[in-house]
C-alpha cells in the first residue's frame, strides 16, 4: 500500500512559519496540506463574542504559501476549527480571508464550506429525549443553559470532510472540528486504517510542536502506511524523537491509553514507538474502536456579564506579610458599599508573586506556594464582572481605591500602597463568556448536523 503523505505548517493557522520548512515540505510531493485554525485552549470569550484570537494579517500570511503551493500541487488544503471557534462567525471570517486572497491573487477554485452551528431548539430536542451526557467536569445540562447559550457548535469528525472531498473540493473550511480530523480525512477515505490515521493526526495537530525542541510555528510532515505511520521535521534544527512523539500523543490527555474522539476512541495499549531515523519516528499499534452509539461533542457559552480590571504592584514588606487580611477587608468594604444596588457582581483580586498562576488549583490537588518563602513584590490584577459595564467599572475602580489607600497596621507611607504601570488604571474589557455547554449529545449519523456548501471561489 503506497504512503499517504501529509503537511502540517503550523500548530494553528496564523501561528506562522519558517518558508524554508514549507518548501522543504512541499518537495516530499504531500497528498493534502492540512492545519487546524483553532482551540477553546483561549477559552469562551472567542466563542461567544464571534471573534477570532488569531490575526487577519498573520492568517492571510500563511494561506498565502498554502492556497497556492496547493493549487499548483493539484491536493487540497484542509482547515479545521475556522476563525478560531469554528461558529457562523469565525467560519464567514476565514471565508472572507479566503476570497480576498484569491482575488489578490488571481485564484480559482471550488471550496467547501462546512457549518458545525447546532441550533438551541435540536439540544432542547436532544435534552428532552435523554440523549445529552456531560463532559466531566461539566454539570447535568439544564434548559436554562441552552436557552441562555449564545453560541453552540458540535466538534465534527472526518466524515463531513471525507465528503466535501469526495466532491472535489480544492479547499476545504471546516467550522469546529476534532483537531487530527482535518490530518485523518484523506488518509480514512482512501482506506488506510482509522487509529493509524487517527493517531497521526493527533502529532501533526500541533506540527512541530511534538518535535524536539518543539514550535508551534514550524512544519512537520508524516505519512500513513498499512500498518503505520512516521512522522518527521522539515528543519535541521529540530528532530522528532520518540520521547517528543509519545510525550505529543500524551497531550491534552486525561487517561494514557485512551483518547476519545468523534465516532469512538483510539487505543493506544499497544502502541509502538521506534525511532527509525535521526530525525524520524515510526509508530505502529494504534488501534481506533467505535463508540455505539455515535456522539457529538456540544461546546456553547453564555453572556457572564462585563468586565473591568486594574493591574497594580507592591514592594512593601509590611502590605504583604498582612495580603490575606488586607484583601478580605477591601472586598468587604466593596460589598457593604454596593450590595444590593448595583446588581450581583464578582470582584477576585489575583495575587501574581504568591500562587497568582496555580493558586486557583489549590481544590484540584495542586499545593499552594509556600507560605513561608519572602517573595519581594506582589502583582494584584483586580478583575470585576458585573452585569453592564458602567457596574463593572464601578466595582474596580472602588476596589482600586480602597487597596490603594488601605489603612493597615504598621504602614508607614501614606501617600499611596500600589505602584501603577499604566495610566489609565483601569482596562474596560466589555462583555465576557462562560462555558454553558460542554457535553455529549446523541447523534448516530455523522453528517447530520453539519452542513456542507460547495461554491466556487476566485474567477
Excluded at 282 to 308: D, M
Aim: glycine share 8%; net charge negative; hydrophobic share 40%.
Amino acid at each position: 500500500m503506497k504512503e499517504l503523505c501529509i503537511l502540517s505548517p503550523t500548530a494553528i493557522l496564523g501561528y506562522g512559519f519558517p518558508e524554508a520548512s514549507f518548501i522543504e515540505g512541499m518537495k516530499h510531493k504531500p497528498d493534502v496540506i492540512a492545519v487546524d485554525a483553532g482551540s477553546t485552549d483561549p477559552g469562551p470569550y472567542y466563542l461567544g463574542a464571534g471573534l477570532s484570537f488569531t490575526d487577519h494579517n498573520a492568517v492571510m500570511r500563511d494561506l498565502s504559501f498554502m492556497i497556492p503551493a496547493a493549487l499548483e500541487a493539484k491536493i487540497p488544503v484542509i482547515i479545521g476549527t475556522a476563525g478560531g471557534s469554528g461558529a457562523k462567525p469565525h467560519l464567514d471570517w476565514q471565508v472572507d480571508i479566503i476570497e480576498e486572497l484569491a482575488k489578490t491573487k488571481n485564484l480559482s477554485f471550488k471550496m467547501a464550506v462546512i457549518s458545525s452551528d447546532v441550533s438551541q431548539e435540536t439540544v432542547l430536542t436532544k435534552l428532552k429525549e435523554g440523549k445529552i451526557l456531560p463532559l466531566h467536569p461539566a454539570p447535568e445540562l439544564k434548559e436554562q443553559d441552552i436557552i441562555d447559550s449564545v453560541q453552540i457548535v458540535g466538534q465534527m469528525g472526518v466524515e463531513p470532510i471525507i465528503y466535501a472531498l469526495e466532491e472535489g473540493a480544492d479547499v476545504i473550511v471546516a467550522g469546529r472540528a476534532y483537531d487530527p480530523a482535518v490530518f485523518a480525512a484523506l488518509a480514512v477515505k482512501n482506506g488506510y486504517d482509522r487509529g493509524l490515521s487517527t493517531h497521526l493526526g493527533k502529532i501533526l495537530e500541533c506540527a512541530a510542536i511534538a518535535a524536539s525542541p518543539g514550535s508551534g510555528s514550524d512544519c512537520m510532515i508524516g505519512w500513513v502506511g498499512e500498518d503505520y505511520f512516521r512522522v518527521d521535521t522539515l528543519s535541521s534544527a529540530r528532530k522528532c524523537t520518540v520521547k517528543s512523539v509519545a510525550a505529543h500523543t500524551l497531550y491534552e490527555k486525561t487517561n494514557p491509553y485512551i483518547l476519545p474522539g468523534p465516532g469512538g476512541v483510539l487505543n493506544l495499549t499497544n502502541t509502538v514507538f521506534t525511532q527509525e531515523t535521526d530525525s524520524a519516528v515510526k509508530v505502529t499499534g494504534s488501534v481506533f474502536e467505535p463508540s455505539n452509539p455515535n456522539y457529538v461533542k456540544l461546546e456553547g457559552v453564555k453572556s457572564a456579564g462585563f468586565r473591568t480590571v486594574s493591574i497594580c504592584a507592591t514592594a512593601d514588606p509590611v502590605m504583604m506579610n498582612q495580603i490575606d487580611n488586607i484583601i478580605a477587608a477591601v472586598k468587604d468594604r466593596v460589598k457593604s458599599n454596593f450590595a444590593g444596588s448595583i446588581g450581583d457582581f464578582k470582584l477576585d483580586f489575583k495575587i501574581y508573586g504568591r500562587n497568582g498562576v496555580m493558586g486557583i488549583f489549590e481544590a484540584g490537588g495542586f499545593p499552594q506556594a509556600n507560605q513561608d518563602s519572602k517573595p519581594h513584590e506582589f502583582c494584584f490584577i483586580i478583575d470585576a464582572v458585573a452585569p453592564t459595564q458602567e457596574a463593572a467599572n464601578t466595582i474596580c475602580s472602588f476596589a482600586r481605591s480602597t487597596l490603594l489607600h488601605y489603612g493597615y497596621e504598621g504602614r508607614i507611607s501614606t501617600a499611596g500602597n500600589l505602584a501603577f504601570p499604566f495610566s489609565p488604571s483601569d482596562f474596560k474589557v466589555g462583555e465576557v463568556f462562560e462555558f454553558s455547554i460542554y457535553h455529549l449529545m446523541e447523534a448516530p449519523e455523522p453528517l447530520e448536523h453539519f452542513k456542507v456548501e460547495i461554491r466556487r471561489c476566485g474567477k
